[in-house]
């Protein structure tokens, strides 16, 4: 059952304006990032459905986050189909990501009042998740369709479009400002949030420190 309802979670995801995404198969890893990038500031997460049993994985980020970060809310992304997305917000999402637009998808979420954020590529593809519910739609892979350009140029005829970037995002200034410039609603951000490196030294206040820089940038070129 989800803990926030669909108002909170675009709210959170609209004021703080990043979204982490991340996938790690051992338990205790993903607690320790995600604790990390709570104390960084991060109040929305997104966590990918990519590997063997990640839902096991979730389900324990879920209770661990009632108690250990219990204003976080824990979404599930790289999601393709019905049946996964209801697994997952039975498991407790609060909201689902996908790569693409499933409409069959938006039916389950919409029955919950989950927000459900399809990946689009193109204006009729976000046109069409709009049309069946999405609030805000998710411009992937957003450096190789076009980029800040293309948001900036969906957004002249539909100034009403929230949308969030996944891919060539980085926690730099200079991208950062180009992004909300063109006016997204927020961004996700994967691996250059949570450098290899790190996740192997288990250098976690390194990554609360790029959470903080990165929200630092965000306000201000907001």
Request: hydrophobic share 40%; with cysteine; proline share 6%.
């Amino acid at each position: 059952m989800a803990k926030f309802n669909k108002i909170k979670t675009l709210s959170v995801m609209q004021s703080t304006g990043m979204v982490p995404v991340f996938y790690h198969a051992d338990i205790e890893t993903a607690q320790k990032v995600l604790k990390a990038c709570y104390e960084g500031g991060v109040r929305v997460f997104e966590f990918t459905n990519r590997g063997d049993f990640a839902q096991e994985v979730f389900g324990a980020l879920v209770k661990y986050a009632a108690k250990e970060c219990p204003e976080m809310i824990l979404g599930i992304g790289s999601i393709v189909d019905p049946a996964t997305a209801a697994m997952y917000i039975q498991l407790g999402a609060n909201f689902v990501v996908g790569p693409c637009f499933n409409p069959e998808i938006s039916k389950v979420c919409n029955r919950r009042l989950i927000p459900y954020i399809p990946g689009c590529g193109s204006v009729s593809e976000i046109g069409n998740a709009q049309e069946a519910g999405s609030d805000v739609c998710k411009v992937f892979p957003a450096g190789n369709v076009g980029g800040p350009s293309f948001v900036k140029n969906v957004k002249a005829p539909m100034p009403w479009s929230m949308l969030m970037v996944t891919g060539g995002v980085e926690p730099t200034k200079e991208n950062l400002t180009a992004w909300f410039k063109a006016g997204v609603t927020c961004v996700g951000m994967g691996s250059n949030l949570f450098p290899a490196e790190m996740i192997k030294n288990q250098e976690w206040g390194k990554i609360t420190s790029l959470c903080q820089e990165a929200f630092t940038i965000i306000e201000s070129v907001r």
